[in-house]
């Protein structure tokens, strides 16, 4: 069992920038592949981010490439999401999630396999 606690989400003007934390319980953190996902009011939730466990692969949707970079630190336990310019559509909570594979964290998401509770991320205009 893994359990996901995100955590660095707030509120900020467009153009700011906000590092988002994620905290992985277990000794197996370093085995898993680790992603972003957001879900904003009245839409679906949405891939973001993704990275493979040794960090030599990563992925982001197309919105967010070149501002965002996804980062971890395998001796923390840790997954990061560094989000600069941001904007108001970026306005969303963020969701952490953990899989063996990071093809399911890309294209399957329904079979992932374990998520975090959620960091709200608000950008004001």
Same mark, same amino acid.
């Given at each position: 069992?893994?359990?996901?606690?995100?955590?660095?989400? &707030?509120?900020?003007?467009?153009?700011?920038?906000?590092?988002?934390?994620?905290?992985?319980?277990?000794?197996?953190?370093?085995?898993? *592949?680790? &992603?972003?996902?957001?879900?904003?009011?009245?839409?679906?939730?949405?891939?973001? =981010?993704?990275?493979?466990?040794?960090?030599?692969?990563?992925?982001?949707?197309?919105?967010?490439?070149?501002?965002? %970079?996804?980062?971890?630190?395998? =001796?923390?336990? %840790?997954?990061?999401?560094?989000?600069? *310019?941001?904007?108001?559509?970026?306005?969303?909570?963020?969701?952490?999630?953990?899989?063996?594979?990071?093809? =399911?964290?890309?294209?399957? %998401?329904? *079979?992932?396999?374990?998520?975090?509770? &959620? %960091?709200?991320?608000?950008?004001?205009?």
């Amino acid at each position: 069992q893994v359990q996901l606690v995100e955590s660095g989400g &707030g509120l900020v003007q467009a153009g700011d920038s906000l590092r988002l934390s994620c905290v992985g319980s277990g000794r197996t953190f370093g085995a898993y *592949s680790m &992603g972003w996902f957001r879900q904003a009011p009245g839409k679906e939730r949405e891939f973001v =981010a993704a990275i493979t466990w040794n960090g030599s692969n990563k992925y982001y949707a197309d919105s967010v490439k070149g501002r965002f %970079t996804i980062s971890r630190d395998n =001796a923390k336990n %840790t997954v990061f999401l560094q989000m600069n *310019s941001l904007k108001p559509e970026d306005t969303a909570v963020y969701y952490c999630a953990s899989d063996l594979s990071v093809r =399911a964290l890309t294209t399957d %998401t329904a *079979s992932i396999d374990y998520w975090g509770r &959620g %960091t709200q991320v608000t950008v004001s205009s």
